[in-house]
């Protein structure tokens, strides 16, 4: 009793949150031919999908402002013996022409003549198709228009979608790519009053899928649906991620945690701890030197000579330029060695220590009193009359 109960509401909320309210159009591919005359073509099928099992589709149209192409990158094959309508095409040749099988056509429903219920489309008047019957696109894009069309789905079962929720509209045959774009008129639920008329593109194999999540924070958004079928996911139980990641310590989702040398994060670029300090001027980190100009390794607030000592001892001084070569002779000195000026005017000299104080007596001389000496003394010293020896002498 418990399964059912959980069958049935699965049921209910499969009928609920699964619907999409829009109409698509699958591409099927039919055969992809190897061998014979259609080697190296592929055959397509063309289906309208329909959210209800109900719907009817009236009529595939085109006009100037709703244009219709159904097109091929190379060109469409068509059996000489085929027809633009799949409802006019008769399965009893075909054992007799097997290509003909994969004629191109287009229908509402039908691959073949109807049965009991059924009825084929009829073709609006100056129907273009005799450029597609002759393996050209099908192109209605003028202020004519064209469609096939059928009336009531009440007598046109192949309108209404059925079960498998979809109508064949077309078999292409083509060894290109086949492209192009329909309008179709929908009866909603066969509802002649209630008409959805849409635009449905296909380019290959890929048709038009409307439904799908679309809500954008889902896992599985869609970005191509435009009607949500009830299908999006979101995030499993404490997960951050689509992945199923969580929230590592750091709070990154799928992270590594704290793995890095502060933890969640490595040292911060021109920082040197993880406590925000930085390197000072003597390289310490956190210190507060602010300065180091001479690079001495002594912080210049406290560094008694930023710069150098010159040979003088001097910081940052000019050298050894003076007189003395560090400093001038100093005062009172006569020269670099400190010594003074004697009583005789010598520079470090002895003093008035000769026979006639600065000096010795001149040779020649025999005393220190030199003039009296030549005028008045002779070389015996002996003292002469200074009236006389004048002339004596002379
Ligand atoms: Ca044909
Ligand atoms: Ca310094």
Redesign the pocket.
């Known amino acids: 009793m418990r399964l059912f109960i959980t069958a049935l509401v699965c049921l209910i909320t499969f009928s609920v949150f699964g619907q999409c309210e829009a109409y698509g159009l699958d591409v099927d591919v039919v055969m992809e031919h190897t061998t014979g005359d259609l080697a190296g073509l592929t055959t397509y099928r063309l289906y309208v999908t329909t959210p209800h099992t109900d719907d009817f589709l009236s009529a595939v149209y085109g006009d100037s402002d709703y244009q219709l192409n159904i097109s091929s990158s190379t060109s469409f094959y068509?059996?000489f013996a085929?027809?633009?309508l799949g409802s006019s095409m008769n399965p009893g040749f075909y054992s007799s022409f097997p290509e003909l099988e994969y004629?191109?056509?287009v229908t509402i429903g039908l691959d073949e003549g109807p049965d009991a219920g059924e009825a084929p489309p009829s073709l609006s008047p100056s129907f273009p198709f005799a450029e597609?019957?002759n393996g050209g696109n099908l192109e209605i894009n003028d202020a004519i228009g064209g469609s096939w069309f059928v009336f009531d789905a009440a007598t046109t079962s192949n309108g209404v979608s059925g079960a498998d929720q979809r109508i064949l509209v077309a078999q292409l045959t083509t060894e290109g790519t086949p492209f192009g774009a329909i309008w179709v008129q929908m009866y909603n639920h066969s509802d002649n009053t209630d008409i959805t008329r849409v635009e449905l593109t296909f380019n290959g194999t890929t048709g038009t899928d409307p439904c799908g999540c679309t809500d954008m924070t889902a896992c599985n958004y869609d970005a191509s649906a435009t009607d949500d079928d009830g299908s999006c996911i979101g995030l499993a139980n404490g997960a951050c991620d689509c992945d199923g990641n969580v929230l590592d310590e750091c709070g990154t989702c799928g992270g590594p945690g704290a793995i890095y040398e502060c933890g969640c994060a490595d040292i911060p670029e021109g920082e040197c701890d993880c406590d925000g300090n930085q390197l000072d001027a003597l390289g310490e980190c956190g210190g507060d030197c602010a300065a180091d100009e001479d690079a001495d390794e002594i912080c210049d607030d406290v560094d008694e000579c930023v710069g150098a000592y010159d040979e003088c001892g001097v910081c940052n001084g000019p050298g050894s330029v003076y007189e003395c070569g560090c400093a001038d002779i100093s005062e009172g000195d006569c020269d670099c060695e400190g010594n003074v000026l004697d009583e005789c005017g010598t520079c470090g000299g002895p003093g008035a220590i000769y026979e006639c104080g600065c000096a010795d007596i001149p040779e020649g001389e025999c005393d220190c009193n030199t003039l009296y000496t030549t005028l008045f003394i002779d070389c015996e010293c002996e003292q002469l009359d200074p009236a006389t020896s004048l002339y004596l002498k002379l």
Do not use: L, M, T, V
Request: proline content about 0%; cysteine-free.
């Open positions: 068509q059996h085929g027809n633009f004629d191109s056509w597609f019957e």
